[in-house]
C-alpha cells in the first residue's frame, strides 16, 4: 500500500548452530539452526511510531538489522517504502537511519564530534550542512560539550546518546530506534521521548519504529504497540490495549 513505509510478510530468520561446517546450512538443506523469527507478518504507516516490545530473545532487534538491510530474512518479504530490503539495500540504507541498543562502529581514538563528520561523508552530506547538523545533533543529545572528547573515553550513556545523533544526522524518512533511552537517567529519557513523538513523528512525519522495554516509553512515543513472543507476533494494539490485555509474566518483565 502506498501509506506503508514498513511492510513485513510471513519473515523468517534462522541463524546456523555454531560448529557447523560452512556449506552445510543452506535452504532445503534440512540442517536447522536457530529459528529467530518465525512467519512475522506487520506494517507500519507512513508518519506512524510503533514499539516493539517482547521479552529478551523474542528476535525484536533481528527484526530491526532486518529492515536496516544489514541482515537478510531467511524467507519472506520485507520492504522500507516499497522498496525490497533484499534486491534494493543501496536504497533502503538511505531511506533509514538504524541506532543500535549497543554503541558500535565508532572509532575510539576520534572525538565524538570527529565520529559524526566521518558518518556525515558517508552519507554524502555537503561540508557546511554536515558542521551545522552535527552542532545540532550533539546539543540536542547533550554533548556539545563532550563534542570534542575522544570516544573511548565516553561513559555507556554518553556512547547511546552518540549514537542517537548519528541517526539524527540524516533526514532519513524511517527511523529504527533500537532502545534510544537505555542508559540514559530520567530526565534525558524523557527529553527524548518528547523529541520523538512531538518532533520527528508529530512536526516532520518521520515513521518510527522502537524496540523498547518500557510500556511507560511506548505510552509516550507509540501510536501502536507490537508484542513479540518467541520470534512471533503474539498481540498488536494500542499502548493501553496491550497494557490492560492478558500478559504473560515474561512478557510484563520484559516490558514494564
Do not use: W
Not at 7 to 29: N, Q
Not at 225 to 243: C, F, K, Q, S, Y
Amino acid at each position: 500500500m502506498r501509506d506503508e513505509a514498513i511492510s513485513v510478510d510471513r519473515v523468517t530468520k534462522t541463524f546456523p548452530t555454531p560448529g557447523l561446517v560452512r556449506g552445510l546450512f543452506t535452504r532445503g538443506s534440512g540442517v536447522r539452526g536457530t529459528e529467530v523469527l518465525s512467519g512475522v507478518s506487520l506494517s507500519v504507516r507512513r508518519g506512524e511510531a510503533v514499539g516493539l516490545v517482547g521479552p529478551n530473545g523474542a528476535g525484536k532487534t533481528t527484526l530491526l538489522e532486518i529492515l536496516a538491510s544489514l541482515l537478510l530474512p531467511t524467507s519472506g518479504e520485507v520492504r522500507v517504502c516499497g522498496h525490497d530490503v533484499g534486491r534494493e539495500p543501496a536504497r533502503v540504507k538511505a531511506l533509514t537511519a538504524y541506532c543500535a541498543s549497543v554503541a558500535q562502529s565508532f572509532y575510539p581514538r576520534l572525538t565524538g564530534a570527529e565520529n559524526l563528520e566521518f558518518f556525515a561523508i558517508l552519507n554524502d552530506l555537503p561540508p557546511r550542512v554536515a558542521r551545522d547538523r552535527i552542532r545540532e545533533v550533539l546539543s540536542f543529545v547533550g554533548l556539545e560539550r563532550d563534542g570534542q572528547m575522544t570516544f573511548q573515553c565516553y561513559s555507556d550513556g554518553m556512547k547511546q546518546r552518540l549514537a542517537l545523533a548519528r541517526a539524527l544526522l540524516t533526514d532519513a524518512p524511517v527511523l529504527l530506534l533500537d532502545e534510544p533511552t537505555k542508559a540514559l537517567d530520567p530526565q534525558k529519557q524523557s527529553q527524548v521521548r518528547q523529541f520523538i513523538r512531538r518532533t520527528l513523528v508529530e512536526e516532520l512525519g518521520r515513521t518510527v519504529l522502537l524496540v523498547t522495554h518500557s510500556l511507560a516509553e511506548a505510552q509516550a512515543t507509540c501510536d501502536r504497540v507490537v508484542l513479540l513472543r518467541d520470534g512471533a507476533v503474539a498481540r498488536v494494539g494500542t499502548p493501553d490495549e496491550i497494557m490492560t490485555a492478558d500478559m504473560a509474566p515474561d512478557d510484563l518483565a520484559a516490558a514494564s
